[in-house]
């Protein structure tokens, strides 16, 4: 007897087009399973025929779920399309496990992943939420691509245009970090926060505070410039509130170029006079030299 190491496998196979219908009643499952295998179990493969213009294959229902429990659920093509007509759609993992949404790599330029919101013409459009997972934090991390031979990725959070601009926010309880990433051998990126076009303010403040220690903004660096803007610097305490409004620092940097040119023009006119009384000085000290070395 001939022990067979593989199962056979059950074709499908539409000639022509095929429709099963019944009125008023509870239609049946359609159930394609492979059978069970000591080792390993079959595929379950299906796919629309080779042409010239391949045709497509859609899964409809009510409710649909694709999943796997410990193999792989793949659906691929040269467009895949994974839509809810009006339902959500979910992509998760049951306990643990990766969600990754990636293109293929390619040796010239490789594909965008872009996650979009739907439009509404009368209503609010949707939102997008990045979060991070609740216990120890996760985080959320927005990176630019890495590069060895040109500029790495750019990073862009930008509100959309509107007939009153809406607000960039970033609001969390951990930390908000801004990091622009190193050059392998050049500068590194630039750090760039830009308010509208139309006089929208920039504003750097920390919150309130429940202890002594007061919330801290700092700005600093090896050169600061700061023009013709409006930068408000907020420090909250419970009870005091220090407000510090800097709005024109063209007549401010005006008003030290003026000062330094003071301290210029005196240090001029006191030159003489300084010069004058080192010399009256190491005459004195002359003298007394003179004197104490003097027999007399």
Same mark, same amino acid.
């Given at each position: 007897?001939?022990?067979?190491?593989?199962?056979?496998?059950? +074709? !499908?196979?539409?000639?022509?087009?095929?429709?099963?219908?019944?009125?008023?009643?509870?239609?049946?499952?359609?159930?394609?399973?492979?059978?069970?295998?000591?080792?390993?179990?079959?595929?379950?493969?299906?796919?629309?025929?080779?042409?010239?213009?391949?045709?497509?294959?859609?899964?409809?229902?009510?409710?649909?779920?694709?999943?796997?429990?410990?193999?792989?659920?793949?659906?691929?093509?040269?467009?895949?399309?994974?839509?809810?007509?009006?339902?959500?759609?979910? +992509?998760?993992?049951?306990?643990?496990?990766?969600?990754?949404?990636?293109?293929?790599?390619? $040796?010239?330029?490789?594909?965008?992943?872009?996650?979009?919101?739907?439009?509404?013409?009368?209503?609010?459009?949707?939102?997008?939420?990045?979060?991070?997972?609740?216990?120890?934090?996760?985080?959320?991390?927005?990176?630019?691509?890495?590069?060895?031979?040109?500029?790495?990725?750019?990073?862009?959070?930008?509100?959309?245009?509107?007939?009153?601009?809406?607000?960039?926010?970033?609001?969390?309880?951990?930390?908000?970090? +801004?990091?622009?990433?190193?050059?392998?051998?050049?500068?590194?990126?630039?750090?760039?926060?830009?308010?509208?076009?139309?006089?929208?303010?920039?504003?750097?403040?920390?919150?309130?505070?429940?202890?002594?220690?007061?919330?801290?903004?700092?700005?600093?660096?090896?050169?600061?410039?700061?023009?013709?803007?409006?930068?408000?610097?907020?420090?909250? %305490?419970?009870?005091?509130?220090?407000?510090?409004?800097?709005?024109?620092?063209?007549?401010?940097?005006?008003? %030290?170029?003026?000062?330094?040119?003071?301290?210029?023009?005196?240090?001029?006119? %006191?030159?003489?006079?300084?010069? %004058?009384?080192?010399?009256?000085?190491?005459?004195?000290?002359?003298?007394?030299?003179?004197? !104490?070395? $003097?027999?007399?």
């Amino acid at each position: 007897m001939l022990a067979r190491k593989q199962a056979a496998q059950l +074709l !499908f196979v539409a000639a022509t087009a095929v429709r099963l219908s019944a009125a008023n009643v509870t239609s049946g499952d359609l159930v394609l399973r492979t059978g069970s295998g000591a080792a390993k179990t079959g595929n379950v493969q299906v796919s629309a025929g080779d042409a010239t213009s391949r045709g497509d294959f859609a899964v409809t229902a009510s409710n649909t779920r694709v999943e796997a429990t410990d193999g792989l659920a793949a659906v691929h093509g040269p467009t895949v399309r994974v839509a809810a007509a009006q339902g959500s759609l979910n +992509l998760l993992t049951e306990t643990t496990g990766d969600v990754v949404i990636a293109t293929g790599d390619n $040796s010239g330029a490789s594909s965008n992943v872009t996650i979009q919101a739907g439009t509404s013409s009368s209503s609010q459009a949707g939102s997008i939420e990045l979060k991070g997972g609740r216990g120890v934090a996760g985080a959320v991390v927005l990176q630019g691509g890495d590069s060895s031979t040109a500029n790495g990725g750019s990073v862009k959070i930008t509100s959309g245009r509107g007939e009153t601009a809406s607000a960039v926010e970033v609001a969390v309880g951990g930390t908000v970090e +801004l990091a622009a990433g190193q050059g392998l051998s050049g500068a590194g990126g630039d750090v760039v926060i830009n308010s509208g076009a139309n006089g929208g303010a920039v504003r750097v403040h920390a919150s309130d505070v429940l202890s002594a220690a007061a919330s801290l903004v700092t700005v600093d660096g090896e050169s600061l410039a700061l023009d013709q803007a409006a930068v408000v610097l907020w420090t909250f %305490m419970p009870v005091t509130e220090l407000k510090v409004v800097l709005s024109s620092f063209r007549a401010v940097a005006e008003v %030290m170029n003026r000062v330094g040119h003071f301290l210029s023009v005196l240090d001029k006119a %006191m030159r003489p006079l300084v010069d %004058m009384l080192t010399f009256f000085l190491a005459l004195a000290i002359a003298l007394k030299v003179v004197r !104490f070395k $003097s027999p007399l």
